[in-house]
């Protein structure tokens, strides 16, 4: 079925949306295509750079969420927030704030069964590559590639949780986050699964588990079978550490982790933390100083890792 939201559109195939090109004068295209979106449809954003911020709140079921893609050449360089959302998938979408000073990131607020999948997220100079908050639940954030932005340090991160329930964050490569951290837990983020994930060469540590009086703390956290390397700042309260607690919650597990090359005395600084099973292994990334961390075939760090793929 085809349903027409806009004059200047790309059709997409069988259960669609369309949405419109990046010339038409409407505000915020890709907005109002989700907005109008059915469950079980597929949004498909054509190729073209959409500057515009994007605020959506797209309303799937389950079995029938709504799907974002994009076409070859499709670049969303504004920012983008999911807010009410309920059953969405965001997958193998390019977001790229180079050169736009006012995009926020993309951010997933007061939404359920979000599932952000196989997309890039870049150069936004004040942003979290992905933020999840206001008690988010059921969110997945799966074989992202986040990298190479935020200029205000301590503020930027490559993924950052203030409010949510049973995150997975599994498979993501998070790298040059030059001025803060890889994956920030900060707040009332409970059952958060941190998993399988290459986080590398951040301005300030790999993970942090912190929470305060206002915010909550952050309990049931596992952090498994990930490759944490190269956090290199000189090490004070939260610096240079692979993990590191600052009011830490309960019940949280470290474990089964490669660290290599951080500048931190020990590499694990939680001491509410259940720690063990974690090794120092050279990951011998294959290209770090052109954005490959991918792992070498001879990487010793592949078969602790594989330990928690069995």
Known sequence: MYRPIATSVVLVASACTLVASPTASAASPLAVALDNARPGDTVLLPAG??????????????????????????????????????????????????????????SIWRSHDIVFARNEITGYRSAQGILVKGRSTGVRLILNHIHDLGVRERYEHGIYCESARGTVIDGNVIHDIASGYGIHLFGDCDGTRIVHNTIAHNGLSGIIIAGNHERGTSDRTLVAHNVIADHRKAAWSEYGFAVTEYNAGRHNVVRGNVFFGNAARRNVDCDRCAVRGNAVRDPQFVDPAHGNYALSSASPARAVIARGRR
């Open 49 to 106: 750079t959409f500057s515009e911020d994007t605020v959506a709140s797209p309303r799937g079921r389950r079995g029938a969420p709504i799907t974002l893609r994009a076409a070859s050449g499709a670049i969303v360089s504004g920012g983008f927030k999911l807010i009410r959302a309920r059953h969405v998938r965001v997958i193998g979408m390019t977001f790229d704030g180079t050169g736009n000073r006012h995009g926020f990131g993309t």
